[in-house]
C-alpha cells in the first residue's frame, strides 16, 4: 500500500512526464514565441523549469531574460553547460514584476487542490499588470489513453511509477481549465492531442475606496483621488498625473464614493459640476459648488 503522506509531503512541484527533454515542442515554438516578442516580452519566469531547462533555454537563446526556479533536488542536477544560457536558476522566486510566467506541465503533478492554488497564486502575483502567462495542462483524453490503465488511483488522478518513485498526474477538460484561469483574460486555449496549452493575460487591478474600505477592482471607476491630500479628481488630470505617487493614487466608482470619504474635487481639472453638486449636497457640509472647490484639506 502507497504511503499518503510522502506525496501529501511534496512542497510545490513533483517530478513531470515529459517525453522531450531539451527540445521545445511545435507549440512554443510556432505560437508561444512569436506571441511574447510580438507583445513585447522581456523578463520571464518558468516556474518548474525542470532539470533539461528545455523551455528556459530556448527562450534565452531568442533573446528573453529568464529566471528558471525549480525543487532544489531539480536545481542541482541541472547541466552546468545549460545553466549558462539563463539569468538564474534557483528553487525559489526571488524576482517580481515579470512580462510573462510560464507554468508548464506543473499544476497537473501537484497532488493537491490546496497545492495547486498556492503555486497558481504565487506565480501570478509576480507577474506585472496586463503581463502573461503560458499555463500548460494534460487533458482527460491522455488520462484516458495513457495513464489509466498503467496508473494507481490517488486523489483527483493517478500515480505513475518512474523507477523507484512514483509521479502524481491529473488530466483537465477545457472548463476546468477555463476555471482556473477565470481571474485572468484568456487569449488563447489550444488543445492538442495530450493537453491543454494556454496563453493568458494578468487583469490589472485598482484600488478602490468603497463605503470606508479599499477593494481591488478591475475597473478604475470614474475618479482618481490623491489620498494624504483628500483630493479627487477625472482620472486623466494632468495634475494628478505628474504630481502624484503612484502609491497615493486610490480610485472612486462614483461621485458619492469620493465625498463620503471626505475628499474634496481637484481645481485643476473641475470635476463636478452644479447639476453634479445637487446629487452630493446633503453628504457635504458646504452649502455651495464653489465652497466645496475652496474646503481647504490637511
Do not use: W
Not at 518548474?48 to 531539480?74: H, I, M, P, W
Not at 484568456?186 to 485598482?206: A, G, M, P
Request: include cysteine.
Amino acid at each position: 500500500m502507497l504511503a499518503k503522506g510522502r506525496y501529501m509531503d511534496l512542497e510545490q512541484i513533483a517530478y513531470p512526464l515529459t517525453s522531450c527533454k531539451t527540445k521545445p515542442n511545435k507549440i512554443m515554438r510556432e505560437r508561444i514565441l512569436p506571441f511574447l516578442q510580438e507583445h513585447d516580452v522581456k523578463r520571464v519566469l518558468d516556474y518548474g523549469c525542470g532539470r533539461y531547462l528545455r523551455d528556459s533555454a530556448f527562450l534565452a537563446e531568442n533573446g528573453f531574460t529568464v529566471d528558471a526556479v525549480d525543487l532544489e533536488e531539480q536545481v542541482e542536477n541541472i547541466d552546468s553547460e545549460r545553466v549558462r544560457f539563463v539569468k538564474s536558476v534557483s528553487s525559489s522566486i526571488n524576482e517580481s514584476n515579470y512580462d510573462a510566467a510560464l507554468l508548464n506541465f506543473v499544476l497537473q503533478v501537484l497532488p493537491t487542490e490546496e497545492q495547486r492554488q498556492k503555486v497558481l497564486s504565487k506565480v501570478c502575483a509576480v507577474i506585472k499588470p496586463d503581463g502573461y502567462l503560458v499555463l500548460s495542462l494534460r487533458n482527460q483524453r491522455d488520462m484516458k489513453h495513457c495513464v489509466e490503465h498503467q496508473g494507481t488511483p490517488y486523489n483527483d488522478g493517478f500515480l505513475m511509477r518512474r523507477g523507484k518513485q512514483y509521479t502524481f498526474v491529473r488530466g483537465y477538460e477545457r472548463e476546468e481549465v477555463e476555471a482556473i484561469l477565470s481571474k485572468m483574460d484568456i487569449v488563447e486555449i489550444i488543445r492538442t492531442c495530450d493537453s491543454f496549452i494556454t496563453i493568458s493575460q494578468k487583469t490589472k487591478l485598482y484600488s478602490i475606496l468603497k463605503g470606508g474600505r479599499a477593494i481591488q477592482s478591475p475597473m478604475p471607476g470614474e475618479y482618481a483621488g490623491n489620498s494624504p491630500r483628500k483630493i479627487f479628481g477625472r482620472l486623466d488630470c494632468g495634475t494628478g498625473k505628474r504630481l502624484m505617487k503612484p502609491e497615493n493614487r486610490v480610485f472612486f466608482h462614483t461621485l458619492e464614493d469620493a465625498v463620503t470619504q471626505g475628499y474634496r474635487p481637484c481645481n485643476n481639472c473641475k470635476p463636478i459640476n452644479e447639476q453634479d453638486f445637487e446629487k452630493i449636497r446633503d453628504l457635504i457640509p458646504e452649502q455651495t459648488l464653489e465652497e466645496f472647490y475652496k474646503r481647504r484639506t490637511k
